[in-house]
């Protein structure tokens, strides 16, 4: 019996295969039918370029149509899809392709020099590319091939996909999501959020990241219904193309966007059905602004790359600023003390450490067993590292994280990756990375530096060093100089009394 998310998306297809399911502003795009048509294309393709069932796929690319065929290519053909965000650095790439080791890499036609030389390097097999018009190599194995393909199958536990996640001590963890993980998640968010075939979704999401291409995408398969694809976030373009959907998921930079919008009024929203936000926390100040001038409020969930989505407000019922709302079906989630080590669960109200359990959970870390051990306990419960709560009406509100990770745009950003290059810089002696509260990205990356005695290395010298290095999403939006790090007793920097020091530096 095939388990795979392909073949349970195959369980929901409309009836009349000529429905829409991926249209662009312009009028072009896929039917189901044809969909169903290039995914098999795609799926031959990996075949003829060696894929086998169980093997790698890394892609890097800009987003695009054909780069959504190529993920549903992936899972028909029994691969495992391996999403690299489009600003890695070759640094970063050389790190996930050693590490993943796939059989295939594909990136854009401009990178195809530098993509051979890293998969030299790291041992991988081919590269091909894709371009955003349908250019590129992969393109030439994909024109003429059958359009049918006899899926692969897969069971609920195989791998379907594996996200990298960074930790705190740098090293990038490769979190296993299997077809049974997506299969349950994108269920889950077609009950709670009453998805339907009759339903439209602007997707202005990157696709690299389990938003924009689990949730929005795997959830709307599920359905059977459709998306308005846009190649990135414009407010301007997002508004005026909202008469055309009745769903958008966002991040919170979303929102305080289309804020700044004259025409963002009750009337040009009067016809949908949901605003969603994830991925980053949405501000009680956004959510009351939003709600205020459109009469909608926006509904906020909380997932994680390891867990898919955990909770969310009510689509029916009342949606709470600052909250996350309930355990989606199928999601048990508890509080435990997170200075024991041991679970010992809290009482009601009490802030601690997040935990969930579900079909959502992930499988494990890409050969890390040991760090697999260390977060997922043997009764099957995800310690999340976020510091939260359920109140006295269920909700459950997040109140931190035990880990000092970022979220910024939606992207998640780990301090020590960052001080780990900036402590290298001429002139810095020392470094902490903290996230302060900003109303466009929810949290700005901010460097705190000491500089080495007689030595004054400016801002600008800071974020120059930088360049290059990391993603453009990581790098600080701001530096600051102090004379000390604030420490505990045992040598610890305080990083709370620098996020209080600074906290309104984006204000």
Not at 264 to 269: D, F, K, N, P
Request: charged content about 20%; proline content about 6%.
């Amino acid at each position: 019996m095939n388990q795979s998310l392909f073949a349970a998306v195959g369980e929901h297809l409309p009836e009349d295969l000529n429905k829409p399911f991926l249209r662009t502003p312009d009028g072009g795009g896929y039917s189901y039918a044809e969909m169903l048509r290039s995914s098999a294309q795609f799926a031959h393709a990996l075949v003829e370029l060696g894929v086998q069932p169980g093997d790698r796929v890394a892609v890097q690319v800009d987003k695009s149509p054909e780069a959504i065929m190529l993920y549903l290519g992936t899972l028909r053909a029994g691969a495992v899809y391996l999403p690299l965000n489009s600003g890695y650095t070759s640094d970063e790439l050389s790190y996930f392709l050693g590490d993943a080791e796939p059989s295939l890499f594909v990136c854009t036609p401009a990178f195809e020099e530098q993509a051979k030389a890293l998969a030299e390097q790291c041992g991988v097999a081919r590269v091909a590319t894709l371009g955003q018009h349908c250019e590129g190599s992969l393109m030439r194995h994909v024109e003429g091939k059958p359009a049918r393909f006899a899926d692969v199958a897969r069971s609920r536990d195989d791998l379907a996909a594996i996200l990298y996640t960074s930790g705190t001590t740098g090293r990038s963890k490769g979190a296993m999501i299997s077809h049974g993980n997506l299969v349950s998640n994108a269920r889950a968010l077609v009950e709670a959020w009453g998805i339907t075939r009759a339903d439209w979704l602007l997707h202005a999401l990157p696709i690299f990241h389990i938003h924009g291409l689990f949730v929005a995408i795997n959830s709307l398969l599920m359905a059977g219904g459709s998306l308005l694809y846009v190649d990135k976030f414009d407010a301007a373009q997002v508004l005026g193309l909202l008469p055309q959907v009745n769903l958008l998921m966002g991040v919170p930079t979303f929102y305080t966007r289309l804020l700044d919008q004259p025409g963002l009024t009750r009337e040009a929203v009067a016809h949908m059905r949901l605003f969603v936000s994830g991925s980053a926390p949405l501000t009680a100040e956004t959510h009351k602004a939003f709600r205020e001038r459109t009469g909608v409020a926006i509904l906020e969930r909380y997932g994680m790359t390891e867990t898919g989505m955990n909770t969310s407000n009510p689509l029916d019922g009342e949606r709470i600023a600052g909250t996350v709302g309930f355990p989606l079906p199928g999601v048990e989630l508890r509080i435990t003390d997170p200075a024991e080590k041991e679970a010992k669960l809290l009482p009601q109200g009490e802030p601690g450490m997040i935990e969930v359990r579900g079909p959502n959970v992930f499988r494990g870390y890409w050969r890390m067993p040991e760090k697999t051990a260390e977060e997922l306990r043997g009764d099957g419960f995800f310690m999340t590292g976020d510091i939260g709560f359920i109140d006295d009406k269920g909700y459950v509100q997040i109140v931190g994280r035990s880990k000092d990770m970022i979220i910024s745009g939606g992207y998640n950003v780990y301090p020590k990756e960052l001080e780990q290059i900036i402590d290298t810089l001429p002139g810095v002696a020392e470094s902490a990375v903290i996230g302060l509260p900003h109303r466009d990205f929810g949290e700005g990356v901010t460097a705190v530096v000491v500089a080495r005695p007689g030595e004054a290395p400016s801002e600008a010298d800071i974020l120059a060093g930088l360049d290059g290095h990391l993603a453009r999403y990581k790098q600080p939006k701001r530096v600051v100089f102090v004379d000390a790090l604030p420490r505990n007793v045992m040598g610890k920097v305080q990083k709370n009394q620098l996020r209080e020091r600074f906290k309104q530096l984006y204000a």
